[in-house]
Structure formats: C-alpha cells, structure tokens
C-alpha cells in the first residue's frame, strides 16, 4: 500500500468514527427517590428535565439525549454509590444529574471525581456538596442561602427569640447555623434548638417544649414532603397558634407541590425559598402553564426548576461543544451559566460551582382558590454563604 492510500484508509476509519460518535446518544445518569415516601422529588425533577427536551426538542448538536433513571429510593448512600458505579461503568453515562438528598450527593461526588463525569445538582442542598468535586454543579439552592437572609430578615422585622428545630443531617445543620447566624447578627437571640431524626421524625414532644419554653417564633427546615404535613398538623393540635407562637419555615415546609395537602393550616406560613409557584414573571408563567399542559394534576415546585434549569444548562453545553461532552469543557461551560429561570435571574458562581439567586420572603394565601406561597419581600442575587 503506497503511503497516500493508507493515510486514505486511515482517515476513512476516523471519519467513520466520528460519525458513529455523533450519531451515538448523550446518556445523563439521572439518580434520584422514584419510589416511596420521597417519591414525589423523583417526579418533579424529572418531570422539570422532560418539559425541557419537550419545549426544545430531545436532540442537541445532532446527539440525543438519552435518560438512563435510577432509583435512589429516598436518603440511601448505599445504594446509590452502587447506581453511579453501574451508570458510570456499565452504561457509560456522559453525566450523572438529579441528587434528591445530600448524603446520596456526597457519594455521586466521590464517584464524579474518580470516573471524571460532570454531575449536575438539582435539589440536594448541604453547602459542602460542591466543594466534594470539582465535577460538581448546583441548579437547586443551599440551605445557607436561603436562610441566613432570613434570620436577618426576621430579627430586622421586629422578632427578638426564636427556637430552631431542624432534620438531623447536613441540610438541617446548615439550615440551623445559617438561620441563627443571621438572626443573633441582626440582634436576635436563640431560645433553644433541637434536631430531629431524618426518618420518620415524631413532632409531639419537641412542640410540647417549644409551648413550654414560649419563644417568640419557631424556625423550622424539614427535607420536603410527608414530615412538613405532620410538622403543621401537630402545631394546630397542640395549639401553637394560639398560645401566640408565630411560625417561620424554609419554604420546603410549604412545597408547591404539596401544599394543597396542608389544607388551611397553611393559611399565613411565613417562608424563605427561591422559587414559588406564584412568582409574578412571563418566564413563570409560561413555565407553569407549559408544566401543567403535560403533566396534568401535578403543580411545579421548586424541585421541577432545578431540573428544567438544569437540562437547559447542560443542552447548552453541548450545543457549545458541537455534540462533544468532554468532562473538564463541560463543567467550564456550565460555570458560565446565566439566564432567566422560572424563578428569576440565576448564574453560577464560577469559583464555587454553586448557584446565585433571588431569595424570597413568602406567606401563604388563598389566591384564585388556590393556596400558594406570595412573594412579598426578596433579597438579590444571594450567593451561598455557607462556604
Ligand atoms: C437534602 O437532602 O439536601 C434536601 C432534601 C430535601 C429538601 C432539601 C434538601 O427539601
């Protein structure tokens, strides 16, 4: 073979190659709860990341996007460092994406490292997360965030004492210092504090000793669904209200998703959060109505945001690349991230990999037979604290 013809060959196989590469999916790990009580983040989330592909169509750069779903079960470590060794390995995912509970992204975050897969955040929310990998990416919110902003927020509106009861693990630690940090900052004082376990926590005797000890106010981050309803359930009966207890909540307490089950015992639940349901913008709009076409008897929730962001962000990866998904471009390219979310400007904080948002103070009202979280007061572009 003369030495023209085989360079022919030769580049004959490599274009063959590529084209091959081109045609092949983009295959996203996504792990997150599917079943059981914690179902419910599985839906949203990935019910946010279809109405993307839906809107924008599920090819990008020629490559389509295949989602390979993975049932984390609910906060389960064990398992999922399994999921992401078999996606990783077995599958030979380009990304791993979803993360529901932080200890369930700490072990995605080691296997991210290893395997060097870009691994895109979308609830999990424990400060720490992004600073485990330099592979990972946060579209969700940290608890830091949210809630540092609104202990100085409530000692600025006049509240002196507060009592904090919080979920056990990461997200409750951060929620608990980020709140007294910013409430004893602002002059506030600390009346008590008490941690609950993650599973299946028992209210009666902690709202028992928050009646005993009389605070002004109760602060209160639980990990979103089943416990935020026993949680308000057990303040009625026990009869908080009246003994003149007011209620302060991270906004998981009030998810949009699930709020209609709290009935009108949510009725004036103050809360802080990134993203409601009620949020006055065209973007929003648009959002809940497109989200509401395609997945009737569901409403959005925060959770269903992070993960149209999320897809939005990694598409546009891709697009940037030319169908390419190489690790390191990726993740400089997702650092780069700035648009108008359904919830307000976001972009990512480049140095940290985490996100930069709108913080919102929230009440509960009645609008329009509906019972939603009503934005009333807001701090900008708040970066996580937390780091
Ligand atoms: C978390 O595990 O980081 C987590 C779970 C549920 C939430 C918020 C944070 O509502």
Redesign the pocket.
């Known amino acids: 073979m003369t030495s023209t013809r085989f360079v022919g060959a030769f580049a004959g196989v490599l274009f063959a190659a590529t084209a091959a590469q081109a045609a092949d999916p983009v295959k996203i790990g996504l792990i997150l709860p599917f079943s059981g009580p914690f179902a419910d983040y599985g839906r949203q989330i990935d019910n946010g990341i279809q109405l993307y592909l839906k809107q924008n169509g599920d090819t990008v750069a020629g490559r389509k996007i295949e989602l390979i779903r993975k049932d984390s079960t609910g906060?389960a470590p064990d398992i999922v460092k399994r999921l992401a060794q078999e996606l990783v390995v077995r599958d030979k995912v380009d990304l791993l994406a979803g993360f529901?509970?932080?200890p369930n992204a700490f072990v995605g975050a080691q296997i991210a490292t290893d395997a060097r897969k870009p691994m895109v955040v979308m609830?999990?929310?424990?400060s720490s997360i992004t600073a485990k990998s330099p592979y990972v990416v946060r579209f969700s919110f940290t608890?830091a965030q949210i809630n540092e902003p609104f202990g100085a927020w409530a000692a600025r509106g006049g509240v002196q004492s507060v009592y904090t009861i919080v979920s056990d693990y990461?997200?409750g630690h951060d929620a608990e210092a980020a709140f007294k940090k910013g409430f004893t900052a602002a002059g506030g004082k600390v009346a008590g504090e008490v941690r609950v376990p993650l599973k299946s926590p028992e209210f009666s005797a902690y709202i028992q000793k928050v009646k005993d000890t009389k605070p002004e106010a109760v602060f209160v981050f639980l990990?979103?669904g089943e416990q935020g309803n026993a949680f308000v359930k057990t303040w009625r009966e026990y009869g908080l209200p009246q003994a003149g207890v007011k209620l302060l909540a991270a906004g998981?307490l009030t998810d949009d998703g699930l709020i209609e089950s709290l009935g009108d015992a949510a009725l004036g639940l103050i809360t802080s959060f990134h993203y409601s349901y009620a949020h006055d913008s065209a973007v929003n709009k648009a959002y809940t109505a497109a989200y509401e076409q395609a997945f009737p008897q569901v409403r959005p929730n925060f959770m269903s945001v992070a993960g149209y962001d999320g897809m939005a962000a990694i598409a546009a990866a891709i697009k940037a690349q030319d169908g390419r998904v190489d690790p390191d471009k990726t993740v400089e390219l997702l650092k780069t991230t700035k648009m108008e979310s359904p919830r307000g400007p976001i972009s990512i904080d480049p140095e940290t990999r985490d996100i930069v948002q709108t913080v919102y103070i929230r009440k509960v009202e009645r609008v329009g037979g509906k019972l939603v979280n009503v934005e009333f007061d807001k701090i900008e572009q708040v970066k996580d604290p937390g780091k």
């Open positions: 906060p529901g509970f932080t609830n999990a929310a424990t608890q990461g997200p990990p979103a998981d």
